[in-house]
């Protein structure tokens, strides 16, 4: 039940911690997204608890939502689900789509250690 209201939370922007080195993980999913659900219930219990988690905090954006003026992308994510790395507001990566645990936490981590070079 904590798990459900704290994803509830992060759904709708309330709860957003502090941001880490300026790094933040956008994650742009829509209703009826199989593989979106799939990263919820594989990933994103654990996520915030994780050191990827911890360098890049997660911020859900609906795709079809307009871009929070806060956001520079390279250019708008075309299908759920995207994870969008940013630094200070700006793009420095992506995922497009969910590999499956395996393969997602490999990609972030190498994404999350090129932003960190200046």
Not at 35 to 41: D, K, S, T, V
Not at 84 to 103: A, C, K, Q, S, T
């Amino acid at each position: 039940m904590i798990r459900l209201l704290l994803s509830l939370l992060l759904l709708v922007g309330l709860l957003r911690p502090a941001l880490a080195n300026g790094l933040e993980l956008l994650m742009f999913e829509q209703p009826g997204c199989v593989y979106c659900l799939r990263w919820h219930e594989e990933i994103g219990p654990k996520f915030a608890l994780t050191d990827e988690g911890k360098a890049a905090p997660l911020r859900l954006l609906q795709l079809r939502s307009p871009l929070p003026e806060d956001i520079h992308l390279v250019s708008r994510a075309a299908f759920t689900p995207t994870f969008v790395l940013l630094r200070n507001g700006r793009e420095m990566g992506r995922i497009e789509g969910y590999p499956g645990e395996d393969f997602f936490w490999p990609m972030l981590a190498e994404l999350i250690e090129k932003a960190k070079v200046p």
